[in-house]
Nanobody
């Protein structure tokens, strides 16, 4: 059973940075694509980034492009989301998700992932 645990969230001032981690256990992530999502109460869940398995190709939502960077370290079975130049509108619960796909498959910016973490709160405020 694949388990995902997000960490690194917290309170940060506008313009600051945070790095979120998504640590996997139970199954190696080599054959999984990873997506990052965020959700504000009362609003739709938003896909913000994803990364493929072998090629490590990445995608970003327009709202975070140029500010966020997704990466993965398969040896550590961990995926990261580096968030820079944070804005108050980035405040949300952030989730990572995994889906088993062929090594050549691209990641997808949808919510159709089989495994999800518990989420970590990110609050951007003065």
């Amino acid at each position: 059973q694949l388990q995902l645990v997000e960490s690194g969230g917290g309170l940060v001032q506008p313009g600051g940075s945070l790095r979120l981690s998504c640590a996997a256990s139970g199954i190696p992530l080599d054959y999984y694509v990873i997506g990052w999502f965020r959700q504000v109460p009362g609003k739709e869940r938003e896909a913000i980034s994803c990364i493929s398995s072998r090629s490590m190709n990445t995608k970003y939502a327009d709202s975070v492009k140029g500010r966020f960077t997704v990466s993965r370290d398969n040896a550590k079975n961990t995926v990261y989301l580096q968030m820079n130049s944070l804005k108050p509108e980035d405040t949300a619960v952030y989730y990572c998700a995994a889906d088993r796909r062929p090594l050549q498959a691209m990641c997808v910016m949808t919510s159709e992932y089989d495994y999800w973490g518990q989420g970590t709160q990110v609050t951007v405020s003065s």
